[in-house]
T-cell receptor
Framework: DTGVSQDPRHKITKRGQNVTFRCDPI?????LYWYRQTLGQGPEFLTY????????KSRLLSDRFSAERPKGSFSTLEIQRTEQGDSAMYLC???????????????FGPGTRLLVL | SQQGEEDPQALSIQEGENATMNCSYK?????LQWYRQNSGRGLVHLIL?????REKHSGRLRVTLDTSKKSSSLLITASRAADTASYFC?????????????FGSGTRLLVRP
């Protein structure tokens, strides 16, 4: 257990429905990342937050995707009008960025596995 | 697109043997990290090596980094059945203020008891 939790762990939905995932990072971590992982591939970056500010979004994040991190604590990722191609594992990670730009460890949650029928 | 490529894609060894996985990347990095993922689970951080380091050890793990060849290797010595997992290298790119990780496609390791 890394200290990062995600809910739900599994979600099955029908095409066209909206889904929302939640991530609770390690409490003192100021950075939060969302990644998506499809079968047999490594995770791909979606978006990241520094405290409550969303500072970067990948081109993978279409207009149907939105992420928030109110108050710089937990984060939600919503997918509207889901498509079968959205089926994947959605991973959240958090880290604490210090002053030195020497690298940081990202701590990953267990992921939410989404299946769109 | 993914920056790193692991080699081999799959590796099957006998318990007790050493396992070596390689990773190549394309652009300048701040650091390179290795993660492990058990089937259907989240990723666990194994080790981080900075761009000015050449070798690092952690328990049974040894990581090397060759920035001139843009490659890294992960060696697991005296493997155990519990080491069975997918292993990913991830790079943190230089001059990227988000410090996001760019992952390779992973090596699936099977350690036979």
């Amino acid at each position: 257990d890394t200290g990062v939790s995600q809910d739900p762990r599994h979600k099955i939905t029908k095409r066209g429905q909206n889904v929302t995932f939640r991530c609770d990072p390690i409490s003192e971590h100021n950075r939060l990342y969302w990644y998506r992982q499809t079968l047999g591939q490594g995770p791909e970056f979606l978006t990241y937050f520094q405290n409550e500010a969303q500072l970067e979004k990948s081109r993978l994040l279409s207009d149907r995707f939105s992420a928030e991190r109110p108050k710089g604590s937990f984060s939600t990722l919503e997918i509207q009008r889901t498509e079968q191609g959205d089926s994947a594992m959605y991973l959240c990670a958090s880290s604490l960025r210090g002053e030195a730009a020497e690298g940081e460890t990202q701590y990953f949650g267990p992921g939410t596995r989404l299946l769109v029928l | 697109s993914q920056q790193g490529e692991e080699d081999p894609q799959a590796l099957s060894i006998q318990e007790g043997e050493n396992a070596t996985m390689n990773c190549s990347y394309k652009t300048s990095i701040n650091n390179l990290q290795w993660y492990r993922q058990n089937s259907g689970r989240g990723l666990v951080h194994l080790i981080l090596i900075r761009s000015n380091e050449r070798e690092k050890h952690s328990g049974r793990l040894r990581v090397t980094l060759d920035t001139s060849k843009k490659s890294s290797s992960l060696l697991i010595t005296a493997s155990r059945a519990a080491d069975t997992a997918s292993y990913f290298c991830a790079t943190e790119l230089r001059m990227d203020s988000s410090y996001k990780l760019i992952f390779g496609s992973g090596t699936r390791l099977l350690v036979r008891p």
